[in-house]
């Protein structure tokens, strides 16, 4: 069952802000914010995870609503390597069951030149 | 660290073989995770262990499918018979406990069954 609503795609100029936002509306109080991403033929990769506080590494930055119904992923400096489909996700950390780590479908970032 | 290791990176066999998928997890990292990905269902969780025991495996599609971890560096994810609707990319993931549970991917095995 899908936890996330994100947009099916999106575009971004190389080198400007890529700002990918992720809908979780029922998130629990022990729920974390994981975002991955995949590029293409390739395995997933971790990018970045918070509970309630932005934020911030080499990769990326997240920003978490007040209320953490909603989050948004960024990537500041978008270089064509960064095309891939990102994946929103929450999920409590070392948590049980299948719909503890559902992927979805994901926002596929195309960056152009 | 080489990270997670999945062989093959491409199979492709006919209806009704047995295909055999293996996993070498990163060293130290005691959660592994079975994901297959289509277009059509994108990434969906097959089952996982933890200390090598089995904790969930109701994304298992059938009893076709099987996954065993005899040891804390290899699982192996078995299809038997195969049919062509198991085509697919299969991932395998392994966690570090106590960490930030973050998963680290295989590069997948790509599965054609004709």
């Known amino acids: 069952d899908a936890k996330t609503t994100q947009p099916p795609s999106m575009d971004c100029a190389e080198g400007r802000a890529a700002n990918l936002p992720c809908n979780h509306s029922?998130?629990?109080?022990?729920?974390?914010v994981y975002w991955y991403r995949q590029i293409h033929s390739q395995g997933p990769q971790y990018i970045i995870h918070g509970l309630k506080n932005n934020e911030t590494n080499e990769m990326a930055s997240l920003i978490i609503t007040e209320d953490r119904k909603s989050s948004t992923l960024i990537l500041p400096h978008a270089t064509l390597r960064d095309t891939a489909v990102y994946y929103c996700i929450v999920r409590v950390p070392g948590g049980t069951g299948a719909n503890n780590l559902f992927f979805g479908t994901g926002t596929r970032l195309t960056v152009i030149p | 660290d080489a990270g997670v290791i999945q062989s093959p990176r491409h199979e492709v066999t006919e209806m009704g073989q047995e295909v055999t998928l293996r996993c070498k997890p990163i060293s130290g990292h005691n959660s592994l995770f079975w994901y297959r990905q289509t277009m059509m269902r994108g990434l969906e969780l097959l089952i996982y262990f933890n200390n090598n025991v089995p904790i969930d495996d109701s994304g298992m599609p059938e009893d076709r499918f099987s996954a065993k971890m005899p040891n804390a560096s290899f699982s192996t994810l078995k299809i038997q018979p195969s049919e062509p609707r198991d085509s697919a990319v299969y991932f395998c993931?392994?966690?570090?406990?106590?960490?930030?549970?973050?998963?680290?991917f295989g590069p997948g095995t790509r599965l054609t069954v004709l």
């Open positions: 993931a392994s966690v570090v406990a106590g960490g930030t549970d973050t998963q680290y």
């Open positions: 029922t998130i629990s109080g022990n729920e974390y």
